[in-house]
């Protein structure tokens, strides 16, 4: 293990370890919540237009703590996705998913032609899907992923939080990193 690696991602953790008093109140219930982050969001833009915006597309290489949730060896590649969620053009949620190449098989390959359509929707719509662990992080701006979260604000807040949950899809594992951003309002629970 690189331990340069491993400085630039954050501390992922169980929520046996999270204090609730760590982490800002309007952020907790999003963290908690195990429904579809995108229906969540859909209803908190009320008054705004909901959308996805495609960051990046493409074979990549996931981090090392993602190949390790993952399962997979070093030097295999993944499907990175990685989006925006907007209200009103206005980024609330980034999202990272990671696909390894050996889950694009039967009713996963589906994923990877998404497109601009939300990846939630397709996950929870489908009874073959099962999640699996979650974990939460607080994202600070010597991550990889923190910069990749922030890289398109004017302003870059000192930290940040997310969730990562690991799905699987007819037995086949995918990873969704979701990065709570400044703008994201108060959740309503």
């Known amino acids: ?24 109140g309007g952020v907790y219930p999003w963290l908690r919540d195990r429904a579809s982050l995108t229906a969540r969001i859909k209803i908190a833009c009320q008054s705004g237009r909901f959308r996805v915006r495609v960051v990046r597309q493409g074979w990549g290489r996931p981090l090392y703590s993602e190949m390790m949730l993952l399962g997979m060896r070093q030097g295999e590649i993944a499907i990175v996705r990685e989006v925006e969620l907007l209200c009103s053009g206005q980024p609330w949620v980034f999202a990272r998913t990671l696909i390894p190449a050996s889950s694009l098989q039967g009713p996963a390959r589906r994923l990877a032609h998404l497109g601009d359509r939300p990846l939630g929707a397709v996950l929870f719509s489908d009874q073959r899907t099962k999640r699996g662990v979650t974990q939460v992080a607080r994202l600070l701006p010597r991550h990889r992923l923190f910069q990749a979260a922030v890289g398109a604000l004017e302003v870059w807040p000192t930290e940040i939080w997310g969730r990562r949950s ?3 899809l007819s037995s086949k594992p995918l990873l969704v990193n979701e990065i709570f951003l400044p703008a994201i309002p108060k959740s309503p629970r």
């Open 1 to 24: 293990m690189d331990p340069l690696n491993t400085r630039l991602e954050p501390d992922w953790m169980g929520w046996e370890r999270l204090r609730h008093a760590q982490v800002p």
């Open 166 to 168: 690991l799905f699987a």
